[in-house]
């Protein structure tokens, strides 16, 4: 009973975890582009090791907190912009190759010795050289606080203040969403989404909406870095292709060119992800090492992957009559 | 896609080809105030190629498209009146379209040059010439299918702040707007009957329903210049009646028509000049009744030999044959 309790507990703290607020940026980044837009974004990665870097080198520089966000935002917005130019006026599968070669790139760059006084080679650069001028902004006064059955440290890398701080964020960002996608600007993306011909015979800079919707998306995708490596390190094997595929599946579980549908889609993953992998790891503790549970729960999320796209395409809250015609 | 996706696709394509009886055509012609002026002043423009109009609206001069060492449209001087139906017709392969979409920027020429409203506009691009008032419809229709057929109306009005991403963000912007256009856009569905589907989706309109939408939602733009590239084909023979009248209507609001078309009857009856393209280079054009009976048009439309019936036994006769082999060569 013992058992079963601490798992279920483990699980439910990721609910709130600030990994899973991380993921629940990244995808509303991707939604933006896949869900409205229309873009195939392969390397959501790509942005949010830009996010990283451009975070953690910014405070190691010695900038103050909300510099350093900016600085987060402004690299994002940057990748979207180099990648961007040469390929949105191209057919859409074109994005989809150059950005999952940028985000291999940014990794293997951030790996290479080339440049490793400011990233930290393939190691990476460790939470400590970073997270100090984040962790002295917290109001909370010191000590561990219980909210049922979840108990963390107020200030530090896994505390109170990191999950209000993600949260935060991440609620900005749902709001903004709501708040450009219900206008007449939102309504132009999902045009382009249907056909962007048809957009442009209409009279609209197809280009500019396609580039407005890659930067903001993008700039989502590097904050979401930013929440990703408050509580860890600066690990660029971390955030590779496994990264991009967990947050599409996110995007997809929870339904694409939906509000909510990111933020439910991460919740519901991470729990499930995690009841999987610790129930797994104590009920066939006899029949396979812990290392293997690992994969098998990897193995199972691609399933998933396969099962959502195949059989609910809309996702968790889409809507089936979007799908009840043939989209092209 | 999953299997139950299919179960309401819309009946398109499964209509009759368009077989309509000369009658049931002259039957739907609008005898306007306007359709008389046009038809009087262009009776005195002489019907021959490249010739000059009165009041032209668009001008293309020497306007070349190759692909690889084919080309598709060769036009050396092309005048549209303002005001005026004109269809521009021509046999599968004529390079209409091709011409079309040089025209509304949606492809490059090799060399040409054109004007619209005494602007030149031969490299300007597609969206902005939209912007400055001439709007086009698609072949294959583009109807935006997960919008709704209202949203589908409203993201064609021009000039809406709430379309700039900082606008987007302050509703009392835009609301203002937004209702002024829902007002003219429900005023445009209901007339074209599709006022009742205001809240579906686009996807699940019908084949000729998506026609309609795509022509109320240029009409949204305000456009001085329409542009529809067949609009007739895969429509059912009730629609097109319905379509030639729109199509008249348009004029009768002082807006310009130019369309594409290779179903001559249709043409005959609702264009006030026509325009007759064969292998990329315009052979004829002048009012439909003259032009209908130029040689030029009959042999490229039909062949120098549409009335030799091809079931015919006596083709398996070498010395017919040999005749008309002749007669091809002295033409």
Known sequence: MDELSRILIQALGQLIAPATAAYALAAIGLNLHFGYTGLLNIGQAGFMLMGAYGFAIATIEGAPFWLAFLVSAGAGALLALLLGIPTLKLRGDYLAIVTISAAEIIRFAGRSTLW?????????????????????????????????????????????????????????????????????WGRVLKGIREDEDAVRALGKNVFAYKMQALVLGGVAGSLAGLLFVLPISVAPDN?????????????????????????????????????????????????????????????????????????????????????????? | MSAENTTEKPAENTTEPVELDDETLAATVVDSETARQVTETLAGVE?????????????????????????????????????????????????????????????????????????????????????????RTFQLTKALSRLTVLQNMLLAAPDNPGENLFGALFRPLWS??????????????????????????????????????????ALMTDPAMIMLDEPMAGVNPALVQSLLGHIQALRDDGMTVLFVEHDMHAVRHISDWVVVMAEGRIVAEGPPTSVMQDQAVVDAYLGA????????????DPAVLARLEAEEEKR
Request: some cysteine; overall charge positive.
């Open chain 2, 176 to 217: 203002g707007v937004e209702k002024r256009n829902t007002e003219k856009a429900l005023e445009i569905l209901e007339r074209f009957n599709l006022a009742q589907k205001k809240d579906d989706f686009a996807g699940s309109l019908s084949g000729g329903q998506r026609k309609l939408l795509e022509m109320a939602r």
């Open chain 1, 116 to 184: 490793a006084d400011y990233t930290g080679g393939a190691s990476g650069l460790a939470g400590s050289t970073y997270k100090g001028p984040f962790q002295a902004l917290s109001p909370l006064p010191d000590g561990r606080t219980t909210i049922g059955p979840l108990e963390y440290l107020n200030n530090g890398s896994d505390s109170w203040w990191t999950r209000i701080f993600a949260w935060s964020v991440v609620l900005v960002a749902v709001l903004l969403v709501w708040l450009i996608t219900r206008s007449p």
């Open chain 2, 305 to 316: 030999h549409h009335d030799t019936d091809l079931g015919d036994d006596s083709l398996l």
């Open chain 1, 239 to 328: 955030m590779g292709r496994t990264l991009t595929f967990f947050v599409w599946t996110v995007m997809l579980l929870g339904g694409a060119a939906t509000l909510f549908g990111p933020v439910l889609g991460a919740m519901l993953f991470f729990f499930v992800y995690m009841l999987l992998r610790t129930g797994m790891r104590a009920g066939l503790a006899d029949v396979m090492p812990a290392q293997n549970v690992e994969h098998l729960a990897g193995l199972m999320v691609g399933v998933a992957l396969m099962c959502i796209v195949i059989f609910r395409p809309q996702g968790i809250l889409g809507n089936k009559k979007e799908l009840a015609f043939d989209v092209r």
């Open chain 2, 47 to 135: 019907p021959k190629v490249g010739v000059a109009k009165p009041d032209p609206i668009l001008r293309a001069t020497g306007v070349q498209r190759r692909f690889g060492g084919m080309t598709a449209v060769d036009v050396d001087h092309l005048e549209v009146q303002r005001g005026a139906i004109t269809a521009l017709i021509g046999p599968n392969g004529a390079g209409k379209t091709t011409f079309f979409n040089l025209l509304t920027g949606f492809d490059k020429p090799n060399q040409g040059t054109w004007e619209f409203e005494g602007k030149q506009i031969a490299r300007t691009s597609a969206a902005k010439l939209a912007r400055s008032g001439m709007v």
